[in-house]
């Protein structure tokens, strides 16, 4: 059995182009394998989706995956979209039956639903979290990567990642995931 994947929706894959740190995107859980679905790659405009080209060509931390569902996954996925985007619905579907985590910042879509199917997701704020835990950024950095995401036209919380750190920890709102183990966040 391969690794579990993150499947990238396009908001995550925006936010770190615009962010300028969509390279160390797939370096905050090495042991994940980071997918995008030939549907969100398609949502995709350059110059992210020249940035994602590279991660995928280049470095090969980051790579495309079709998204065929047949039967069971087929019947969700029209379901999904019938309320959802198409990129949400295909990351939706793949990972309740594949059983592997989504990473959306879309949480109107996606939390109702991946809490019911106990669906694992991580949001922009999330990673940013694991990445200063993981002592791959400061918290200055993030706070000026959400300013920058902000400045850039994309929608993100404006939060002091100090204070989301702190109460993280506090809450032990992620100790499972940093642990490897499945379950909502």
């Known amino acids: 059995m391969g690794k579990t994947k993150i499947v990238l929706d396009a908001d995550v894959i925006i936010h770190f182009s615009r962010g300028e740190m969509l390279g160390i995107l797939p370096n905050i859980f090495r042991e994940y394998e980071f997918i995008v679905l030939d549907v969100v790659y398609k949502e995709l405009r350059d110059p992210i989706k020249s940035q994602l080209d590279n991660q995928i060509s280049m470095l090969k931390n980051i790579s495309k995956a079709t998204f ?13 979209t019938k309320l959802r985007g198409r990129g949400e619905s295909a990351c939706l579907t793949f990972c309740r039956f594949n059983h592997d985590v989504v990473g959306s910042s879309n949480l109107k879509d996606i939390a109702d639903y991946c809490t019911k199917h106990s669906i694992t997701y991580l949001t922009t704020l999330d990673f940013l979290y694991h990445a200063i835990r993981k002592k791959l950024i400061t918290t200055k950095e993030a706070n000026a990567f959400i300013k920058q995401v902000v400045e850039n036209g994309s929608k993100l919380p404006e939060v002091n990642m100090a204070t989301f750190v702190s109460k993280a920890l506090t ?5 499972h995931f940093a642990e490897g183990e499945k379950g909502v966040l």
């Open 171 to 175: 809450t032990n709102f992620h100790a």
């Open 68 to 80: 065929n569902p047949k039967g069971e996954e087929l019947k969700e996925y029209a379901l999904l």
